[in-house]
């Protein structure tokens, strides 16, 4: 930035900072702010969308992933910004801040809580979808990967370059690549290679400043928040640099499904002891759901497996560490580490690597999500007054994703997220619906919420923790005022237990006057 782009700010953001603007002015405001700072003015107005624009709603809803926070009462931003260059970002980040306007930031739309896209406040939407190159280098091992890049795209491009690498992270090949990293990101190798952020090494991002800066511009502290205290708090994350991991030839997948009549309780409680302590390469998933049978409500326990090697050895490792599971040969599936990843995105077999550069997912309904963790294996008959729960409460089902492994040995404090050791697994509850009308979300989310309630005995305590990019409001919110630390420190030392108080510290330091906030930001520190 040149002096006089910098002169022309400073008298721009010292007239309009004390202002809260309408939304017809914030963009005329905006965009001329942003005129003032480009070396090509003309081409600005090209990256931005006005609720007058036609483009405006498809490009809202584009990245929109749950039907929630996409009705006509649903506030909408004031405008769409949808960066094409990093500079750009860095334009948006100084002149939102010239009309006193918060900034969202939306990198693939996946929050369950919608809060990358949604606000009670005026608002702009800053959209990272353009910004989502994907650099591999063979040699290092490594590549850069944009915020607005999607775990699909990157596993399609890691795969058109090597089969024996791939990269720890989420199964769902829509999610964005900036909030998933950010947030910690988890998949199916974490028991072997631990989480996405684990194999972070670099990264760029633009601070309340608007400078752009790599790891070691912003600094250590800066670069251990964002990788797994959530970017938005500390300023837009442009890109991660990760490192690749080997993966084998030859994985081994399968599914498994019992309902309580094929013993499915004797099942589910052994998988508790042996799940987080079998073989570091074998995952298995536990899906937990009521669902009716010859007009009987039960419940039916799905385990979903990957194993990193061919069947014959899976056959080993099951029949020493989880023999009554009952699995056969012939119940599994061989493939590559790319075929797994689209058996796990739910394509059908055979279907082409090239599927998973596809931006529009399988289906966007209404959903709802809680997350906890399990410390202490439950006892039978702990699980049968769950069994009873679950078929009482309707439709809302669990997640159970094993740790141990990698997750047991790498220490609490490496990164910002903190539920490593300790932990059998990490416990999701969803519900999905596509009934339309507030007395569909409420029926639901009373469903969900019993559930939750219900199983507060069983799971972590002082403070019950939850998994941060599960994001959920009910928690705790931040208002931003007088009360902003001690708000946040409601969900932060759930999200992060000890490891609160050094993002707060961060925060303070990197972003002061709280530019960068939102419903479950990290606060600052007010003495």
């Known amino acids: 930035m040149d002096k006089t782009s910098s002169c022309n700010f400073l008298f721009l953001f010292v007239f309009l900072s004390s202002l809260s603007l309408p939304c017809s002015d914030t963009y005329q405001t905006f965009l001329q702010c942003l005129q003032s700072k480009s070396p090509q003015p003309s081409q600005i107005s090209s990256i931005l969308y006005a609720p007058a624009n036609p483009s405006f709603q498809p490009t809202l809803d584009s990245y929109v992933r749950n039907l929630r926070f996409n009705r006509s009462t649903t506030r909408k931003p004031d405008l769409i910004v949808t960066p094409k260059t990093e500079v750009h970002v860095s334009y948006a980040v100084l002149c939102a801040q010239a009309v006193n306007?918060?900034?969202?930031?939306?990198?693939?739309?996946?929050?369950?809580?919608?809060?990358?896209?949604?606000?009670?406040?005026?608002?702009?939407?800053?959209?990272m979808f353009n910004l989502r190159s994907?650099?591999?280098?063979?040699?290092?091992?490594?590549?850069?990967?944009g915020a607005g890049a999607q775990l699909g795209e990157l596993y399609y491009q890691i795969s058109t370059k090597s089969r024996t690498l791939g990269f720890p992270a989420g199964v769902c090949p829509t999610v964005g690549v900036g909030g998933h990293l950010s947030g910690g990101g988890y998949g199916n190798m974490l028991r072997k290679y631990g989480l996405s952020v684990d194999h972070v090494i670099d990264a760029k991002i633009v601070d309340v400043k608007g400078r752009i800066l790599d790891r070691k511009g912003m600094g250590e502290d800066l670069f251990w928040a964002i990788r797994g205290g959530g970017g938005a708090s500390f300023g837009v994350v442009l890109s991660y640099k990760i490192g690749l991991v080997p993966v084998p030839e030859t994985v081994t997948v399968f599914r498994i499904e019992r309902t309580l009549?094929?013993?499915?309780?004797?099942?589910?409680?052994?998988?508790?002891?042996?799940?987080?302590?079998?073989?570091?390469?074998?995952?298995?998933?536990?899906w937990l759901h009521p669902v009716t049978l010859n007009k009987v409500r039960t419940v039916r326990a799905t385990f979903v497996g990957q194993f990193l090697g061919d069947a014959e050895k899976l056959m080993e490792v099951m029949g020493t560490g989880f023999p009554e599971l009952g699995l056969k040969k012939e119940d599994c599936m061989e493939t590559s580490w790319i075929g797994s990843v689209l058996y796990w995105a739910n394509f059908d077999n055979g279907t082409k690597p090239e599927a998973l550069l596809s931006r529009v997912p399988h289906s966007v309904s209404y959903g709802k999500r809680k997350s906890d963790y399990l410390q202490n294996p439950i006892?039978?008959?702990?699980?049968?007054?769950?069994?009873?729960?679950?078929?009482?409460?309707?439709?809302?089902?669990?997640?159970?994703?094993?740790?141990?492994?990698?997750?047991?040995?790498?220490?609490?404090?490496?990164?910002?997220?903190?539920?490593?050791?300790?932990?059998?697994?990490?416990?999701?509850?969803?519900?999905n619906w596509n009934d339309a009308g507030l007395a569909a979300d409420n029926e639901y989310i009373d469903q969900i919420r019993k559930l939750y309630a219900f199983m507060a005995p069983f799971v972590s305590k002082a403070p019950r923790g939850a998994f941060f990019s599960y994001r959920d409001l009910d928690i705790g919110t931040n208002k931003h005022g007088k009360n902003s630390y001690e708000e946040g420190k409601v969900y932060g030392e759930k999200h992060f237990l000890g490891n609160f108080q050094r993002l707060v510290k961060v925060k303070t330091m990197v972003d002061p006057g709280n530019f960068f906030r939102h419903e479950q930001s990290i606060p600052t520190f007010q003495p």
């Open 261 to 286: 009549a094929q013993n499915a309780t004797e099942i589910v409680y052994r998988w508790q002891f042996g799940a987080d302590k079998i073989d570091n390469g074998l995952f298995i998933r536990l």
């Open 134 to 145: 994907i650099s591999i280098d063979l040699p290092t091992q490594t590549a850069w990967v």
């Open 379 to 431: 006892s039978k008959d702990g699980l049968e007054l769950i069994w009873k729960k679950l078929i009482e409460v309707g439709k809302t089902g669990f997640g159970f994703n094993p740790y141990g492994g990698r997750m047991s040995e790498i220490p609490a404090g490496e990164t910002p997220f903190p539920h490593r050791a300790g932990n059998i697994c990490k416990i999701q509850y969803l519900v």
């Open 101 to 127: 306007t918060q900034l969202k930031i939306r990198s693939g739309g996946h929050d369950y809580d919608g809060i990358s896209y949604v606000s009670d406040q005026p608002f702009i939407l800053l959209d």
